[in-house]
């Protein structure tokens, strides 16, 4: 598949959007993805096309600005469990996942670091660095990578070592 990496083979990758990057839902489903997440507004998603190969679809935006504005954590920290909710209830089901949003860098960056902290337990600056071997202009434009450090420590950071995930809670491992 054209511009895929995958941060875990077989299970979550990322890429660039369709607006950036066309793509053909028959050759995403041939390459295995069963469900297709958009951190951006999903321009050019056509959900009904991803439907009809079996693929299933969510839309859950994150913040679009560079550099980020006042505001941004919270749009982030409000969006990121329900996305990972997303992800791992397809993931649970059997279905690998692909990540995406303009340019699959900053906001496909961002949630694939929160992915890691949340269902392997890395800390932040780790979950980064894991994205980065994978796709190394993650978190480049200008503000993401502090943005994603302060959005990350702020959702991992219960007392009890609990993870956010919306109706549920995830045990780090320590």
């Known amino acids: 598949m054209r511009k895929v990496f995958w941060l875990r083979e077989g299970v979550i990758a990322g890429r660039s959007g369709p607006n950036r990057d066309a793509w053909s839902p028959e050759e995403l489903a041939a390459g295995g993805i069963g469900a297709v997440l958009s951190v951006n507004d999903g321009e050019l998603v056509h959900s009904d096309d991803l439907s009809a190969v079996g693929v299933i679809y969510s839309c859950v935006p994150l913040s679009d600005s560079a550099p980020p504005r006042p505001g941004d954590l919270k749009i982030c920290l409000d969006a990121l469990p329900r996305a990972l909710n997303f992800v791992v209830s397809s993931i649970e089901s059997g279905?690998?996942?692909?990540?995406?949003?303009?340019?699959?860098?900053?906001?496909?960056?961002?949630?694939?670091?929160?992915?890691?902290c949340a269902t392997e337990g890395l800390a932040p600056a780790s979950a980064i660095e894991q994205v980065r071997r994978v796709r190394?202009?993650?978190?480049?434009?200008?503000?993401?990578?502090?943005?994603?450090?302060?959005?990350?420590?702020?959702l991992v950071r219960a007392k009890d070592g609990r993870i956010a995930v919306e109706g549920q809670d995830q045990r780090r491992r320590r």
């Open 95 to 116: 279905r690998n996942v692909l990540v995406h949003c303009s340019s699959g860098k900053d906001r496909t960056g961002m949630f694939l670091s929160y992915y890691l």
């Open 136 to 154: 190394p202009i993650a978190l480049s434009a200008e503000g993401w990578e502090t943005l994603t450090l302060d959005v990350l420590r702020e």
